[in-house]
């Protein structure tokens, strides 16, 4: 272990000291950041929605270049050979390798948020421990692909190449560089079959607090990262100037299988649907369909459910409100990228207001009406309502807010039909249906 | 042993005794390189067994090289460790090890013990190499070529080092297409020639086992004229492909 543990620093220590391994390991995700940063900082708070990509660059920069890279040009010189005539099994060697690889891909995303933070004043993580346990199931995944391309290369030339068939369709078309909504259909299904797609996903719940566990991210990542670094492992090779076995093909397949399972799972059980795209459907939304919504049968404004105050006016008319009204403001789920998945959170936070016979609940309403209002302008408001009216079941549901004191978790139909509601109120509002 | 249709090592039956220093002869592509990665379990024979120390190389890697030290060709170490970090890594990776400035000092490498690894020259990374492979105390060292590259000064020492490892009861297994260097070291030696070994004896003994009758010059009978005589063609250690 105490060689181990000296190998492990070992190789800590050489990366800070090459030059290279500091450019691709922390100056090209800073240059991604400046590069986000200049697209993405009028919105506010700046980069936020970002993040999840910005980390999966960085760890993807780190596992499937830095890592394979200096792995084959340590094989190439002979580095390996000599430390195969340790009396160690060479495997707990390359798992040195591979821990020194976590920290300095942690490392450098630390780096990214710390960044990110001082230069455009993007949050911390609303979730720490989430963001830290993502950053480590990320980069474990993608150092189990990084593995098969240094068994694949032959030299380092060919790990460039390699990395950069992994690396540019997940940044293009992947969701990585990319954002989801912004991708075609085909695109964003198509997404579904590779892991960065997951890793954004996954990275972005620890970040902005999304609502959802991201399970099923975690669970597709670790499928892909362990048949890739079974796959690896298997084909691993130690020796410089040898080449890959001609019946290495098969394994080769299984890694590649993996994602194709993966990706059809998702398809087919509405997977791809719930991540990224959101809401994104509302502005497919027609007049003649916002026309046909009647609002009858709505309950009243002062009625046990789905209760709306009237306009509170800037400062709010009740002490302590402002602090509610800041809360709504700030609160992340409302400010993810997607304005139909953050509208429909909005709406839900406002129904589990109602569910909770919160004291201020009819209040938080106009509050999140008023919020909604000033995010997005009326008329694509009123398609985002009537969105969360026609289908109500799509998207992700909040069911408990602890940012503003709502800790119970409700049921998600409850909540789901309570948003509903409120969303028929709002629309109603705005289009002159029903008067405050 | 072989690589995929090319037969490498055919038939290889020998035994070192402790303490001996032993060479394989042969010309690059004999064969040599391969037989010593068998014993260190860099490779593994199609068929038959490999012993050190009573232990099956195979099936006892890790306790074999507890106890083997080894210098090998094509290795190599990352161009900003240096010496001092070198040996102390190696080390920390044995039961028994040697202290790293003693070593340094033995192999005079105390002056360039914080110089990165790519500022060292030939013989200085050649002498770091023969002291990680001292570093465990071994009881079985292995040379491949180990003067291959050596100004004759450095050869020198080299040849002195090996004679010390004798007199401290160390077995040393060494591969060399130097014959006089053969002649001059190796208590036995084995000669060697597309796969196969065809002569094992003392240097004196297969002379005068396959030069006895012939025509000798000034300087007597020689392991060249031996192998002529084995092999059918003259001495020519670097006309062919390394193995």
């Keep these: 272990m105490k060689g181990l543990w000296r190998h492990f620093l070992l190789t800590l220590e050489l990366n800070i000291r090459s030059r290279q391994a500091i450019v691709y390991g922390y100056l090209v995700p800073v240059i991604f950041l400046v590069a986000f940063g200049s697209v993405f900082r009028a919105q506010t708070p700046a980069l936020l929605a970002q993040m999840g990509q910005l980390l999966t660059i960085t760890i993807l920069g780190g596992a499937c270049f830095g890592m394979p890279t200096g792995l084959v040009a340590e094989r190439e010189r002979g580095i390996w050979r000599r430390y195969r005539l340790l009396p160690m099994p060479t495997g707990l060697l390359v798992g040195s390798i591979l821990a020194a690889r976590v920290v300095i891909v942690a490392s450098a995303a630390l780096l990214q948020v710390v960044l990110a933070h001082s230069l455009y004043g993007t949050p911390f993580p609303a979730h720490p421990a989430q963001a830290i346990a993502g950053v480590v199931l990320v980069t474990a995944s993608f150092l189990g692909m990084g593995l098969v391309i240094a068994a694949c290369a032959n030299d380092v030339p060919a790990v460039q190449a390699l990395g950069q068939c992994i690396f540019l369709p997940m940044i293009m078309i992947g969701g990585v560089g990319i954002p989801l909504a912004a991708l075609p259909a085909w695109a964003q299904r198509f997404s579904g079959f590779m892991p960065g797609r997951y890793a954004v996903d996954l990275l972005q719940r620890g970040y902005d607090g999304t609502p959802g566990d991201g399970r099923f991210s975690a669970a597709a990542l670790a499928v892909m990262g362990a048949a890739a670094a079974l796959c690896g492992a298997r084909l691993f090779r130690w020796e410089p100037g040898r080449r890959l076995r001609a019946g290495s093909w098969p394994l080769l397949l299984g890694a590649l299988v993996s994602w194709l399972c993966v990706g059809t799972y998702a398809s087919r059980s509405g997977h791809l649907d719930a991540l990224g795209s959101g809401d994104s459907g509302y502005m497919d939304i027609t007049e003649e369909q916002m026309a046909a919504i009647s609002y009858e049968n709505l309950p009243g404004d002062s009625e046990f459910v789905s209760r709306l105050s009237k306009p509170l006016g800037k400062a709010g008319s009740m002490s302590g409100l402002e602090n509610i009204r800041g809360a709504i403001a700030e609160w992340r789920p409302g400010q993810v990228a997607d304005p139909g998945q953050g509208a429909r959170n909005l709406l839900c936070l406002a129904g589990v207001a109602d569910v909770s016979e919160d004291p201020h609940e009819g209040e938080i309403a106009r509050m999140v009406f008023d919020d909604l209002r000033q995010r997005d302008g009326d008329r694509q408001l009123e398609r985002i309502l009537a969105w969360v009216i026609l289908y109500p079941d799509q998207g992700r549901c909040v069911t408990t807010v602890p940012e503003l004191g709502l800790r119970h978790q409700f049921r998600e139909d409850i909540v789901r039909d309570r948003a509903v509601l409120y969303a028929k109120k709002f629309l109603g509002r705005l289009r002159g249906s029903i008067r405050d | ?243």
Aim: net charge negative; with cysteine.
């Design chain 2, 1 to 243: 042993m072989s690589y995929g249709s090319l037969v490498a090592l055919r038939d290889v039956d020998l035994e070192v005794s402790p303490g001996e220093v032993f060479g394989l002869l042969g010309a690059n592509g004999a064969g040599k390189t391969t037989a010593l990665e068998c014993v260190l379990g860099l490779r593994k024979p199609d068929f038959g067994k490999i012993e050190v120390n009573g232990m099956n190389v195979a099936e006892k890697l890790g306790s074999v090289m507890e106890i083997v030290g080894a210098q090998i060709q094509g290795a190599s170490l990352q161009d900003r460790i240096t010496p001092r970090r070198a040996l102390g890594l190696f080390a920390s990776f044995y039961r028994h090890a040697s202290a790293v400035m003693p070593l340094a000092q033995r192999f005079g490498l105390e002056e360039k013990l914080d110089a990165p690894f790519d500022t060292l020259s030939t013989g200085q990374r050649q002498r770091l190499f023969l002291a990680l492979a001292l570093v465990n105390d071994p009881r079985l060292v292995v040379l491949d070529e180990p003067t291959a590259g050596l100004d004759p000064r450095a050869r020198r020492d080299l040849h002195d080092l090996i004679r010390s490892m004798r007199s401290q009861g160390r077995t040393v297994l060494m591969s060399t297409h130097d014959l006089n260097e053969a002649a001059s070291l190796c208590d036995r030696v084995g000669i060697i020639d597309s796969g196969r070994l065809l002569a094992v004896g003392t240097p004196a003994s297969i002379i005068s086992s396959f030069c006895a009758d012939s025509a000798v010059g000034p300087a007597g009978p020689s392991l060249e004229e031996a192998f002529l005589r084995l092999t059918g063609r003259p001495w020519s250690p670097g006309t062919e492909t390394e193995s």
